[in-house]
């Protein structure tokens, strides 16, 4: 971990969904303004570990602080980013990103202003009135940035926000997501599915075994900041790509084979 304060600590979270373990004593901590990504295989426990820090779901034991806090619920103290940008089609991208002050009763001119700022962070300036059919998917991600920076969080969480998009924009959306971390440095929580985006994006990567989920090893991505694309072809940034990819490919193969028996 970084030498930043401790923001999010997690104590031995364990989940299950009936007779069904999902996630087994995991424990983690996580320095403020720190950039974390979770890979492993389909079904170890990825998503719901980031749904029970957004306050999404309860975990069976163990506990989540924040600050010190126990998290018991969701807050605006969390912003979400899911997979899918779920914008209001009848809204137009303002009146989008507003949602999080709006029901936080604190939607003034103010916050308007904070708004706007945000779409100018996010590269949507001069794209207020428009409506969501009238963008691109990577756009639309974009609005869904704003909106969960909307609210400030202490934390951002990531669902793999990215995997609907092409190769093209994914690999745009990752550098525009550094960009915009670097202004702010917001503590990340990010959940992919690819290796190599992991790598890029962050300072440590939790690397999650087979059902039940469990942080099998920890990986400091001890990469140069700012980080061009082109530092994905370096023997360096392979080399990390091709450990993590080694610790996680006899569970993929695993998942995979369960999946289509």
Not at 55 to 77: C, F, M, Q
Not at 159 to 179: K, V
Request: one cysteine or more; hydrophobic letters at 40%.
């Amino acid at each position: 971990m970084t030498d930043a304060p401790v923001k999010l600590s997690v104590d031995k979270l364990t989940k299950q969904f009936g007779s069904l373990e999902v996630l087994r004593s995991i424990s983690a901590e996580i320095g403020r303004g720190e950039f974390v990504s979770i890979v492993g295989p389909s079904g170890c426990g990825k998503t719901t570990f980031l749904r029970i820090v957004g306050g999404l779901e309860k975990a069976n034991s163990g506990e989540v602080r924040l600050d010190g806090r126990v998290l018991d619920g969701p807050g605006s103290d969390r912003g979400f980013v899911f997979q899918q940008d779920n914008l209001l089609p009848w809204r137009n991208i303002l009146a989008n990103t507003e949602i999080g002050p709006e029901i936080g009763g604190y939607r003034n001119a103010e916050q308007r202003s904070k708004t706007m700022k945000l779409l100018k962070l996010v590269g949507l300036a001069g794209f207020e009135n428009y409506y969501p059919r009238q963008l691109s998917g990577g756009m639309r991600q974009r609005v869904n940035l704003a909106r969960a920076l909307a609210v400030d969080p202490d934390l951002l969480l990531m669902d793999e926000p990215f995997s609907a998009l092409d190769a093209q924009t994914r690999e745009i959306m990752q550098t525009e997501l550094l960009r915009i971390w670097e202004e702010g440095r917001k503590t990340v929580l990010f959940v992919t599915h690819q290796i190599d985006e992991a790598v890029y994006l962050s300072d440590r990567v939790f690397v999650f075994a087979r059902r039940p989920g469990r942080i099998n090893e920890i990986v400091n991505i001890d990469l140069p900041r700012p980080r061009p694309l082109s530092m994905k072809r370096t023997p360096e940034f392979v080399a990390y790509v091709d450990h993590i990819w080694k610790l996680i490919e006899d569970d993929v193969r695993a998942s995979v084979l369960e999946e289509h028996a």
